[in-house]
């Protein structure tokens, strides 16, 4: 008995990789081939009476109804790419012809699924991306929070945080932390037994997903609140594990699947490439503008500092105060003890400085066993003067150095805007001169300037 011609052309229609689907005017599914099961998850027999829009990505409905209404007023629609809702709960990309049949008051469309080369075109982008921001973003603060915005369109990416491993102190720190619940965590030993410790270590990403048979190891925490789905994945660099990037879910909206960890490990790499980069651009700023061996900001710095504190000096008429120190008699320690107990007396000093002052105030060293202060902001020129006895005192306390007991002393001289001068080079030259105003004094005193700039 010969087949009929319909029932011969549904299973040819069934035979056929992209689907095909007649939705009637209500926009229920009417039909549907065999290949929508592989799509979409549904079975034809789920999907037939199903609305179509239903299943249609919440973010795509408004432009789907505006072109299925296109398409139901004549206007054949190749070509149109949406989003769907597979039965899993993941997304599917379909890209769509239509046409609408007048005589059986259906639409006709035929589906394709171009997931994997929208997904290769996403990482191709991020990837770009990615390496665009690390040339681009003007601090790590930066680049990391464009990072969470390009991995936000590769996946759900709510909860997302950045920790980074310093070998030096074993410690990890998280200078990037966005959390519905939790605040960024002070730092943490990398032993400390966490999950983000435990990515860096091990150097292997790790999803956890306790309804699917993934538990929390015995020895491991997790960081905050714990998350329903945590996923990590170490940020490596010329082999080097510099920390881990870290997204989780606290609710059943959000899962990451073996896809996610998958995604995020192949754009890890260029990521960790990234931070590498602006960590070096970072440390070879830092030491373009400090000194080696103490740190401090170098001239060049100290420069620019005082410039922009006497622009704000100018504009809200406060005072400010510029302390020239030097110590007294440090070529003898040099002399008797070496230079290595000279260089770590000037480390000591220059923190006993910077503990000494406050911490929006800068030091800077000028060079040798010279230190300049400046003192933003202060309501009286003698409060300069109490900054610099302060100071004074402090470094009247003995030192320990290269196993040996020292003590020194230091000449101070101090000038302050707008009395002494009103330009930054000015003021440094009445305070040093008043420095060695204090040193033919005997030194271990602050002495304040006298000579009035002109005008």
């Known amino acids: 008995m010969p087949i009929p011609i319909h029932a011969r052309l549904e299973h040819v229609l069934d035979l056929l990789v992209d689907a095909v689907c007649v939705v009637d005017t209500g926009g229920r599914f009417g039909y549907v081939s065999a290949a929508c099961e592989r799509i979409f998850g549904y079975t034809p027999e789920e999907m037939l009476g199903q609305s179509m829009i239903e299943l249609v990505h919440p973010d795509d409905r408004a432009r789907t109804l505006a072109t299925a209404a296109a398409v139901m007023s004549g206007t054949p629609t190749p070509y149109f790419e949406n989003r769907y809702l597979r039965k899993d ?4 990309h379909i890209m769509w012809t239509a046409r609408w049949s007048e005589a ?11 997931t994997a080369r929208k997904h290769a ?22 680049l990391f929070r464009r990072i969470h915005e390009i991995i936000g369109g590769l996946l759900p990416a709510q909860n997302c945080f950045v920790a980074l491993h310093d070998p030096a102190t074993g410690m990890l720190s998280f200078p990037y932390f966005i959390d519905a619940y939790d605040r960024a965590p002070a730092p943490i ?29 015995a020895h491991v925490r ?7 789905d945590w996923l990590g994945v170490p940020l490596v660099a010329r082999e080097r594990v510099l920390g881990a990037l870290v997204v989780q879910s606290y609710t059943g909206d959000v899962r990451y699947r073996e896809s996610d ?28 503008q ?45 002399d008797t003890w070496g230079h290595a107990a000279g260089d770590a007396l000037l480390q000591d000093v220059a923190r006993r400085i910077r503990r000494s002052v406050r911490e929006s105030d800068t030091v800077g060293r000028m060079g040798g066993d010279e230190f300049v202060v400046l003192l933003a902001g202060i309501k009286q020129a003698d409060h300069a003067m109490v900054a610099g006895e302060k100071i004074r005192t402090t470094l009247l306390q003995p030192f320990e150095a290269g196993g040996q ?26 305070a040093d001169r008043a420095m060695y105003d204090a040193k033919k004094r005997g030194g271990n005193r602050c002495v304040m300037a006298t000579v009035q700039a002109p005008g």
Do not use: C
Request: aromatic fraction near 4%; charged fraction near 20%.
């Open 89 to 92: 709960g993941g997304t599917v």
């Open 104 to 114: 059986d008051g259906v639409r006709i469309a035929v589906a394709r699924d171009i």
């Open 121 to 142: 075109e996403a990482m191709q982008a991020a990837l770009l991306d990615i390496s665009e921001a690390a040339h681009t973003t003007a601090d790590l603060l930066a």
């Open 189 to 217: 030993p990398l032993d400390a037994g966490t999950l983000t410790g435990e990515v860096i270590r091990s150097g292997e990403a790790l999803l956890l997903a306790p309804d699917r048979g993934m538990h929390l190891p």
């Open 222 to 228: 997790p960081i905050g609140r714990p998350a329903l």
């Open 261 to 288: 960890k998958q995604l995020l490990q192949f754009v890890s790499t260029q990521v960790a490439a990234a931070i590498e980069r602006k960590q070096n651009e970072t440390w070879l700023r830092h030491i373009a």
């Open 290 to 334: 400090h000194d080696a061996l103490t740190a401090l900001p170098n001239r060049t710095l100290f420069d620019d500092r005082l410039q922009a504190a006497l622009l704000r000096a100018r504009h809200s008429r406060e005072l400010l105060g510029l302390l020239y120190l030097d110590l007294d008699h440090f070529k003898h320690v040099n």
């Open 405 to 430: 007991r020292l003590s020194v002393s230091a000449s101070i001289g101090v000038a302050v805007f707008p009395g002494h001068g009103s330009e930054g080079q000015h003021l440094i030259r009445e």
